[in-house]
């Protein structure tokens, strides 16, 4: 198929023709084609506009990226979202363009266009999005904040913390999102700072973001929380069996060990940590070697769940508990043969200790 016939067919021809000729006319990038590719992007059918995207990403330049602005205008979402999506992998070859969207007087485009800067992960948006900050509509400031945040951008930082604490109460909860984003040891510092500066409502969410940095630098100030009673108990043992789970045994003094034993044993109690938690719960419960908060494990030994068992196991073998023993033997006749052998070493194992210490 020759340049001309691909043009009539992708604007006359049977949808199948019209697929096959907006791919070939990827062999060619003239202004003509161009136009007739985000024509096609404006089909009633997905195959036809996904063929056009895919040529116009392959031929694609700031020319493209102008001509694909209008379409972002349609009445139509599946045309909408076709130019989004071309745009967004396009956005470099005409930052201006998108910088000009972003100054338009129609909401709707600003938020295009703060919604393609984001979506490109190309930080050099992130000026035009800190710009956006400023804006008259809170939407637009909003997926600004979102955009941030995916750029993980740290310029942003101040911004950020400013919005977590007086913006209304959803920019609260995306500016906070977003600091959650950016790795930067500033973010992790702002989130520390918000912990003690916004109200109740809005302290589980960051904790939540502090959790997902997984910084060691929060798990002091996580202590101390545990060590006031918070009523984020559960929030918090998360995170410390979570991301944390590798720094807690060094970070923690003798007395805040055994302030993490006691808030996970109380939580194991409450059943308040799903499978994966718990099994974690039960791992760093063994590290920290606090014996006095074992009733858990041993509850546990008897668990219905494999894994939550063997940890179980693990736990009760770390801390070395005498009074897990009978469970233990009646656990090693009924279980699996390899958590039997597990259970039949580390018995032999706490046979072999107490000889020794006697």
Known sequence: MDRETALRELSKGTPELQHRAARVLGRWSDDQVVAALIDALQSPHRGIREAAADTLLEIGDARTVRKLVPLLRSSQPAVRNSARLVLQRLANAAPETLDDLA??????????????????????FASPLLRLLDDADENVRDAA?????LLGAPEAIHRLEEFSLNGSSWIRF?????????????????????????????QEPVLDALGRQASPDAIAPLLRMLRESSP??????????????????????????????RALS????????????????????GELGVAGEAAPVLRLLESGEDLVQRAAVRAA??????????????LQGRCGAPLA????????SMVESRKENS
Request: charged share 25%; no cysteine.
């Open 103 to 124: 100054r338009d007087p129609d909401v709707r485009m600003r938020i295009f266009a703060a919604n393609i800067m984001s979506e490109t992960g190309d930080h050099e």
């Open 145 to 149: 904040i979102n955009g941030l945040g």
């Open 174 to 202: 995306s500016a906070i999102d977003a600091l959650s984003q950016i790795p930067d040891p500033d973010a992790v510092r702002a989130l520390l700072r918000l912990l003690d500066r916004v109200p109740s409502e809005l």
């Open 232 to 261: 984020f108990r559960a929030a918090i043992v998360g995170i410390l069996v979570g991301s944390l789970a590798a720094h807690v045994p060094d970070r923690a003094t003798d007395g805040e060990r055994v302030t993490v034993a």
């Open 266 to 285: 109380r939580t194991l109690e409450e059943n308040g940590l799903n499978m994966d938690l718990t099994v974690a719960a039960l791992d760093l419960l």
């Open 317 to 330: 073998f770390t801390l070395r508990l005498p009074q897990a023993v009978p469970i233990l033997e009646r």
């Open 341 to 348: 052998t597990e259970i039949k070493a580390g018995l032999s």
